[in-house]
């Protein structure tokens, strides 16, 4: 069974830094895209960041030049490093992969429970 952990949410004043961990454990082979999203009460999950598995980013404008995104694929995991916080940047910030592979087969769009970030001004 494979699961996505995410760690390093929580409070953090305005112009702070927070950094996000997502771990994926379970018998897996190979693992394609991964990223960031998140969800601020009443709005729709909203991509933050993506990196494909040869490295290439991808980010929302939001955030572009404040967050950056990285992975280790030997210890299968995906980190967001949050700086220059801004309370609209408080949400659930949830850990996902596109596509893995295991020793099952292929399972797509997996996620994790998610993380709160909370920025206060």
């Known amino acids: 069974q494979v699961q996505l952990v995410e760690s390093g949410g929580g409070l953090v004043q305005a112009g702070g830094s927070l950094r996000l961990s997502c771990v994926a454990s379970g018998i897996i082979f190979t693992i394609g895209d991964m990223g960031w999203y998140r969800q601020a009460p009443g709005k729709q999950r909203e991509l933050v960041a993506t990196?494909?598995?040869?490295?290439?980013?991808n980010y929302a404008d939001s955030v572009k030049g404040r967050f950056t995104i990285s992975r280790d694929n030997g210890k299968k995991t995906v980190d967001l490093q949050m700086n220059s916080l801004k309370p609209e940047d408080t949400a659930v910030y949830y850990c996902?992969?596109?596509?893995?592979?295991?020793?099952?087969?292929?399972?797509?769009?997996?996620w994790g429970q998610g993380t709160q970030v909370t920025v206060s001004s």
């Open positions: 990196i494909s598995s040869g490295g290439d980013t």
């Open positions: 996902s992969i596109a596509r893995l592979t295991t020793n099952r087969g292929p399972l797509y769009d997996i």
